[in-house]
C-alpha cells in the first residue's frame, strides 16, 4: 500500500480484514460456495506471535511467507 514502509499484523475474520496486512491464524474455514471462508484462532494466533516477539526482541527477526 502506497506510504507504508511495513506489514501490519493483527487479528481478524476474513480477506476484508488483511488488505496490506498479515492476518495470523490456524486454520481457513471456507463456506459453501468456496468464495468466501472465516480465519480461525487469528487473535489467539496473533497473541502467540507478539509474545515471541517480546521474548526474542524485535530486531533481527525475519518473516518468511510461502506457500507449499
Do not use: V, W
Not at 29 to 37: L, V
Amino acid at each position: 500500500m502506497p506510504g507504508r514502509s511495513g506489514i501490519a499484523i493483527h487479528g481478524g475474520r476474513n480477506g476484508d480484514d488483511t488488505l496490506g496486512c498479515l492476518l495470523p491464524g490456524d486454520t481457513l474455514e471456507y463456506k459453501e460456495d468456496a468464495q468466501d471462508y472465516t480465519i480461525k484462532n487469528s487473535t489467539l494466533k496473533k497473541n502467540e506471535l507478539f509474545n515471541f516477539f517480546k521474548q526474542y526482541g524485535r530486531n533481527g527477526i525475519k518473516i518468511n511467507i510461502g506457500f507449499k
